[in-house]
């Protein structure tokens, strides 16, 4: 009783490392915050710059003489800011990623140390990969369809606020929509599904490729297909380099219970021989 009374203390090995893995976890979340925060201070005065390259796209698709409009008293104060603490966070992405690396490091084997960061950092460029593919792909196509659509007698006057939250919208669906081969490898590596077992259910991912860019994009085929193109094509890549990350116990279980099988043939049939040799009484 003395001995389960001491292990159950507050000073006991069980609770003193999950304080420190707090404190810890408390520290990085401070240092992330603390780049975000200089990074923002350091993009603030070149707010309104930094708005107008991103309405590039849509300011040359609105007929000559139109411009953006802000709806909301606030809205010229705010939005260029919002846009600003936004890009600080995309910048400061591969720091925020070092740091849950560093934090989840220590807990994994030495083969799982080589593999993950490989992934986390193929993420990040993917993401990077999406929102850029977004802004110089996608945003001249889905601005001069949408711009060329409005009714006779009605001006296409965008809103900066909601243009904003839209290209937010665009940009957080693309970079997520690049995170396939990366999400494939981590199926195929974790065991849930094979390389060949994805293969043979490619139509169906090419149906939902579909569906989900109806769901993540605005109700234009446009964007729709541009989004589920690269995403198939991803997908694709994702199953060929998913070929490296396969789980190779799985040959070798297949392997040991065709043996296993064997064996038990061969003993079977030497059981048999020396049943049949046994002299009788």
Known sequence: MTQTANNSSPDG?????????????????????????????ALAPFA???????SGPLTRQLP??????????????????KLAMVIAIFAAMPYILYQAWAFIAPGLYQHERQRVFPLMLSSTLLFYLGAAFAYYVVFPLVFGFLSSTAP?????????????????TLFFAFGIAFEVPVATV????????TPEALRAKRSYIIVAAFV??????????????????PMWLLFEVGVFMSERFAPKRE???????????????????????????TPRG
């Open 13 to 41: 090995g069980d609770e003193q490392p999950f304080v420190s893995h707090l404190v810890e976890l408390r520290d990085r979340l401070l240092r992330v915050v603390l780049v975000v925060v200089v990074i923002f201070l």
């Open 48 to 54: 309104n710059w930094l708005f107008t390259q991103l």
């Open 64 to 81: 000559e003489g139109s411009s953006l409009v802000a709806i909301g008293v606030v809205s010229p104060f705010f939005t260029p800011f």
């Open 152 to 168: 006779e007698g009605v001006e296409f006057i965008p809103d900066i606020s909601n243009y904003l939250d839209f290209v937010l």
């Open 186 to 193: 981590l199926l195929v590596w974790s065991g849930a599904v």
């Open 212 to 229: 989900i860019g109806m769901f993540l994009t605005p109700p234009d085929v446009i964007s729709q297909t541009l989004l589920a193109l």
């Open 251 to 277: 040959k070798a279980d297949d392997e040991d219970e065709l043996m296993t099988d064997e064996e038990m043939e061969r003993e079977l049939d030497r059981i048999e021989e020396e049943e049949g040799q």
